[in-house]
């Protein structure tokens, strides 16, 4: 992501006047990067890192505007009243979906679950993961593409 468009802002964004015209640039960090593409959802993906800029990808791709992505930039300690807010800001109906590019076994998502589903009310708390394993990677190319198509395909249709 060093590189990648999605990981950079433009100069004019950290201007001092530009403060003030655009919700690009804040004046502290972000722990939760809401999603102000979506306005009421009927599904919100919860992820954070690479995985996050994919799935913007494959929303545009299937140009969905239903789906809100929302990127969790600290996990502890967790922000819930920034979550909370996010969770209201898309509605009460929305499926909430916690996605992570690490197998089940690893990565933040027995961190993250307890916590989602406290928080979410009577919406569904859903996950979309690669299976368990001993690697976190398949150390094969071709097996790795499939997994992550995979992967992107259930976070967007998986009930």
Known sequence: MLRHPDASSPIQH????????????????LNVIPDTTVGEA???????????HELQAERKKRKDTSTAIVFLEQLYPFPE?????????HGKNADVVWVQEEPA????????LPRLKR???????????????????TGSAKAHEVE????????FTTK
Do not use: W, Y
Not at 14 to 27: A, E, I, P, S, V
Not at 42 to 52: A, H, N, S, V
Not at 105 to 112: H, L, R
Not at 119 to 133: E, F, Q
């Open 119 to 137: 928080i979410s009310g009577d919406r569904p708390v859903l996950t979309v993961k690669r299976s368990s394993g001993a690697s976190p990677a």
């Open 81 to 89: 009243q920034e979550v909370v807010a996010e969770f209201d800001r």
């Open 14 to 29: 950290f201007q001092k006047d530009d403060f003030q015209r655009n919700d690009f640039t804040h004046k502290n960090f």
């Open 105 to 112: 076994n690893m990565g933040a998502m027995f961190n993250m």
């Open 42 to 52: 009927d599904r919100i993906l919860i992820c954070t890192g690479k995985i996050g």
């Open 148 to 155: 992550q198509k995979t992967l992107l395909t259930l976070a």
